[in-house]
């Protein structure tokens, strides 16, 4: 059993360096550049995550039998992936363990996902989506301490954060502390959208919390331990390796794709917004080139935009596959500071058949039926937006205590 690093604020604040926000460009190519901020006396930093923050995580890993949960994500700034580096160092990797969309991210959203063997290192990989999401003991048996490092972009229904419940659960429950390495959340600065309602928990949403929660992972991480939302409340014995020069005003460009269908900046801010489309019956795009960029559907008026979902990497079967939709290319769009509505709602006032826009997974994804119910009703945007103010008042009260940047 290894001591229990406690990372204090103070300690955090020292890792950390003030800069001023510079604003990034945003592109429509994968976007595989590190992300740097300028100080005041113009001299550039390099926003380092927890994988590289090493000195403070190989002495707590040293002659232990570890496991990893991580995917293409985990890497560190010079693109080495991380357990390369830990097998490099000489610790001892067991086994990995892979979350939706596989080790090495190529699955399509929802595909059964096969536990394996890594070609490059040999070591087992078993796969935490479909019926296996969370590690069973036989699993986790001979591992000393597990290592989670994986990239999440600030949405509820983005499922690393259900699969870092899961594994929080299981490490506790087994006795086996665990080992976050932090990441920035390109999406820290915005909290906003419905508190899920605890009727609609499902693993698009575990926690009692807006769609946007604004938290890195291991922020995220304390949230689960502190409000006792593991099963039967057990605790697990976490400790967070924070990201070094990095602060909640900061851009943060992704150096990898999170997972197939998010293949650049404009995609992972536009997400959150777009993502509710797929509890209707418009494409947010999967099956071309601009996924989580645009969206249409064959119900939606002409216009001078359409697009033919076509199989590709990441959308084997893409809705209306073949089939030409009309809807409106967000890709250049300005970057948004909230989530959005405002499509949403013109899609449903707009369609053919409103009595088939909305499908049962949307009330999963918003985590509530009253967004639903506000659409239909013809709730104004800024009224449906006054009904969620209380809760993200208390939201962001709550969360304060687990803040680490």
Known sequence: MIPFLRISISFIFLTIISTSCS???????????????????????????????????????????????????????????????????????????????????????GEHVVDGKDSKTGRSIISLYGDNKKPKPEQLAGIDIMVFDLQDVGARFYTYISSLHYIMEACAENNIPLLILDRPNPNVSIVDGPILETAYTSFVGMHPIPLLHGMTIGEYAQMINGEKWLKNEVQCKLTVIPCINY?????????????????????????????????????????????????????????????????????????????????????????????????????????????????????????????????????????????????LIDFKEMRLKYLIY
């Open 23 to 109: 604003a990034r460009k945003t592109n429509n190519s994968e976007n595989i550049k590190p992300t740097l901020e300028k100080t005041k006396n113009n001299l550039t930093i390099e926003i380092k995550t927890g994988a590289d923050n090493y000195n403070n995580y190989l002495p707590l890993l040293k002659d232990k039998k570890i496991g990893v949960v991580t995917n293409q994500t985990g890497i560190l700034s010079n693109k080495t992936h991380l357990v390369d580096f830990v097998l490099e160092k000489n610790i001892a990797i067991q086994k990995i363990f892979a979350p939706e969309h596989g080790f090495r991210g190529t699955a399509d959203a």
């Open 247 to 391: 602060n909640r005003k900061m851009n943060y460009s992704l150096p990898v794709k999170p997972s197939p269908n998010l293949p650049n900046d404009q995609a992972v801010n536009l997400y959150a917004s777009l993502c509710l489309f797929e509890g209707t019956n418009v494409s947010v795009g999967r099956g071309t080139e601009k996924q989580f960029q645009i969206y249409g559907s064959p119900y939606l008026p002409k216009s001078d935009f359409n697009f033919i979902p076509k199989p590709n990497f990441g959308a084997q079967n893409p809705v209306y596959k073949g089939i030409e939709c009309y809807g409106e290319d967000l890709s250049t769009a300005k970057k948004v500071n909230r989530l959005e509505l405002n499509w949403l709602i013109k899609a449903y006032q707009t369609t053919t058949d409103k009595s088939k826009f909305f499908n049962p997974f949307f009330t999963k994804l918003a985590g509530t039926k009253k967004l639903q119910e506000q659409i239909e009703a013809g709730i104004s945007e800024d009224k449906i937006r006054e009904s969620w103010k209380k809760g």
